[in-house]
């Protein structure tokens, strides 16, 4: 019996190593070809690692060896996505950025309000969802994924299990954005204005939204990622509105400070970078590194998916977020042709 477990344990050992040989050897991989862009003659060869490819590349792996190093994906692409963030502020001008991020304002403030409502009756009144997994998925789908839900979550209270649920759904739904939503932006020929516009607000996450964005378009990629970030800031005043609600004093509130150095580099990019060629150069050398590792970042971000994840969603939560989802994208894409 002693004998069994040892050679067991063993084979464990021996296929975690595997995975992890595995998980290194992808992320070198898609990081070689990355850089052979600034190989004068190679760009060729990197044109094939795409963030959708990165993505699925995590995914692949995490769904068919797990998690070789959950900690490490969960710190790394956390702080990459903020870091890749800011660095796409060096390729925008803030005056045009600004007009983009006007002309969404006006339909992201009634599609917060409205997706928080619209969820709140999906979750609890009809699909019988507990109050904080509900609440949470209405979040994050209102304002940015997991960002959301990790900032309201701690002035809920709620439990590791629901805020896991609530992320898990999120994080699914996400993945699946990245794929479709550039296929079926061009099935419906929209513009770079419209594709961006409707995936700010109609996908979670901000590393799926500028995924998309940069799938999609130049352009789309810098509508999509102002309206989104516009969209983010509506974590601070909500996270003060849900302390109200359900009587949660004294918690502390996250507030995502990338967002504001991404406004700065807007600011430094259009202003001092922006009026000399060599500025210019700097800037966009920034904005294009920034996008490579935007694209490393989404393979972190579908490694940190589970099996164990998509066992603890259930079917009542995903159908909640799959509904919700789809009414807003609806409504999105009804603003959008329609006013």
């Known amino acids: 019996m002693a004998s069994h477990q040892a050679t067991k344990a063993i084979s464990l050992s021996a296929l975690q190593r595997n995975n992890k040989m595995i998980y290194v050897s992808l992320l070198f991989i898609l990081s070689f070809f990355l850089l052979l862009d600034y190989v004068p003659g190679m760009q060729a060869y990197s044109a094939w690692v795409t963030p959708p490819v990165a993505l699925f590349l995590g995914l692949a792996f995490a769904l068919s060896c797990g998690q070789a190093h959950p900690k490490f994906n969960k710190k790394v692409s956390k702080y990459l996505l903020q870091y890749s963030v800011v660095g796409l502020g060096f390729g925008m001008n803030l005056h045009a950025s600004l007009a983009s991020g006007k002309e969404g304002m006006e339909f ?3 599609s917060v309000i409205g997706t928080l409502l619209i969820g709140w ?5 009809f699909l019988k969802v507990d109050r904080d997994t509900s609440y949470l998925i209405s979040t994050g789908t209102a304002i940015c994924g997991g960002s959301a839900i990790a900032a309201v979550g701690p002035v809920l209270k709620a439990k ?3 805020m896991s649920v609530a992320l898990g759904t999120i994080f699914i739904l996400n993945a699946i954005a990245l794929f479709i939503f550039p296929v079926i932006g061009h099935a419906l020929d929209m513009s770079q204005q419209e594709f961006g516009t409707w995936a700010a607000i109609a996908i979670h996450d901000t ?5 998309a964005g940069a799938a999609y378009g130049e352009e789309a990629l810098k509508i999509a990622t102002t ?3 516009t969209r983010a800031l509506w974590i601070i005043p909500l996270a003060f509105v849900t302390s109200f609600i359900f009587k949660s004093k004294g918690q502390k509130v996250s507030i995502p400070w990338f967002i504001f150095f991404f406004v700065l580099a807007m600011v430094v990019n259009t202003y001092v970078l922006g009026t000399t060629s060599t500025g210019i150069m700097i800037g ?3 904005n294009e590194f920034a996008r490579k590792t935007l694209t490393i970042t989404l393979f972190f971000i579908g490694a940190s998916l589970s099996r164990d994840v998509l066992k603890a969603v259930g ?4 159908i909640q977020g799959v509904l919700l989802w789809v009414v807003i994208s609806l409504s999105t894409l009804a603003y959008i042709y329609w006013f």
């Open 160 to 162: 590791d299990t629901e």
């Open 121 to 125: 009756v999906i979750g609890r009144k």
């Open 108 to 110: 992201t403030i009634i």
């Open 227 to 229: 309206i989104k970030l």
């Open 207 to 211: 590393s799926s939204v500028v995924g």
């Open 284 to 286: 966009e050398g920034i």
């Open 315 to 318: 079917v009542k939560p995903l």
